[in-house]
Every structure is written in C-alpha cells, then in structure tokens.
C-alpha cells in the first residue's frame, strides 16, 4: 500500500508570491491534515479536511488555505508569502470515521519551502 | 489548555546503551490519546505507538518499551541496547478528539544521537 505522498519534496519562492503543496493520502484515508514545521515553533497544526469539508483549522492567518476533492487529495495554498513561511509542510491522513475514528495520523515525507 | 513538554532537547549516547526519553503532557480532557513518532533526517514521521486515556498499561515492542503514568501525566519511551539507526528526532504527541476533529499536539522533539 503506498503511503503519504506529498509533491513537491522542495520549493523555493520569493516573498510576496503564492504557492500550492499538494497531497495524496493511502488509499480508503479520508481525513488530511496539514502541519507547519519551524525550528522555531515546532510542528504546529495548521487545518484538517475530511469528506472535502475543512472540520478544523489552527491559528494560522488566513494566507494559509486548503481544500479538499472528492478523491481525498488535497491541497494548500500559501498566498503573499513571507520569509517566515519558510518552513517544512507535512501532509498526514488517517481514515478519521467511526469506531476507527482516532486511528493514528500517518505523515508523508514533507515538502521544504524555503522563502527569499 | 493542552500542551505536551519534552525537556530533554538533545540526547547523546553510545551504542548498546540503554536510553528514555520523558513526555509529560496537559489536558483537562478525560479522553484522550498519546503517541510517539520518529523523525529521522528523511523528514518523514513514523508513527510508533498510540495509547488511549483509560489503558495505562505499559508496552514493550521488540527494543521499544512505553511507561505510562496518568498520575504524573507522563507517557516516557525507552530504547533498549540502542543502534546507530535509532538516531532522530523522537516526538511525543497529545490527541484531542473533541467533537469531529483530529488534531495532534506536539511536543518540541528530543533529537536522540547514538555513536558507534
């Protein structure tokens, strides 16, 4: 079974541009959630989607956006980017329903945005 | 407020040397969920263990053994006769599953470092 995939692994934008990450969970997943990772701040949650409804959302200013499609990939979207976005974006799914509602979170290998 | 402290930030040890890595978290959650993921250079996270709030009973998997304690609020990690490969970031996280949502809390990660 493939896992997480992310693409692409590395990004390099100016500031002020905008950029998309995308994601493909394993497949029968339908919970995606999105988390920044600074040396500074650690792994912070950014937004979870599931059934292409965002079901959560962390304290994250509104530059930072995603979505859902009805085959579970997602996306996220940057807009107006500033160095502090510099960051590695992880992608995790889980299956997210039911009696297997908290089965664990399975990250992909991460997409590295580097901001100048 | 939630929140998942690992004090240690970096541990330096010789191979075959035994090593734990303490976790001690804050919730006022009665249900909840702990996990530890591993971190190697990849930038990958690999899920290693979840237990949930009402099973306090401690696990061992191969080289890998768990110690949670509800009455200090920590979920500590041993390494038995440490290898080169076990060198990486190790995080302890805090699951809240409150409502329809499926959110981890991280800690800040102990970068564990094992010499030949």
């Known amino acids: 079974k493939a896992g997480v995939t992310q693409t692409p692994r590395y990004l390099i934008k100016t500031r002020g541009q905008q950029v998309t990450l995308s994601c493909s969970p394993i497949?029968?997943?339908?919970?995606v959630s999105w988390y920044q990772q600074t040396p500074g701040q650690g792994l912070q949650f950014l937004f979870e989607?599931?059934?292409?409804?965002?079901?959560n959302k962390g304290n994250f200013p509104g530059r930072f956006s995603g979505r859902q499609f009805s085959n579970s990939r997602s996306e996220m979207n940057v807009s107006t980017l500033e160095l502090g976005d510099s960051a590695l974006y992880l992608c995790?799914?889980?299956?997210?329903?039911?009696?297997?509602?908290?089965?664990?979170?399975?990250f992909g290998n991460g997409t590295r945005l580097t901001v100048t | 407020a939630q929140k998942v402290t690992q004090a240690q930030t970096e541990i330096s040890v010789v191979e075959k040397e035994d090593v734990t890595l303490d976790c001690v978290y804050e919730?006022?959650?009665?249900?909840?969920?702990l996990f530890w993921y591993k971190q190697p250079p990849s930038g990958e996270l690999v899920f290693l263990i979840r237990?949930?709030?009402?099973?306090?009973q401690n696990e061992i998997s191969g080289r890998y053994s768990w110690n949670f304690q509800k009455s200090t609020s920590s979920f500590n990690f041993t390494i038995t006769a440490s290898q080169v490969v076990d060198s990486a970031v190790y995080f302890c996280?805090?699951?809240?599953?409150?409502?329809?949502?499926?959110?981890?809390?991280f800690g800040t990660g102990t970068l564990l470092a094992v010499q030949p």
């Open positions: 995790a799914s889980s299956l997210g329903q039911g009696e297997i509602y908290n089965s664990p979170l399975h």
């Open positions: 497949s029968g997943h339908r919970s």
């Open positions: 989607y599931f059934s292409e409804t965002q079901r």
């Open positions: 919730t006022r959650d009665t249900t909840y969920y």
């Open positions: 237990r949930n709030s009402f099973d306090e």
């Open positions: 996280a805090l699951g809240i599953y409150g409502g329809a949502t499926n959110k981890l809390i």
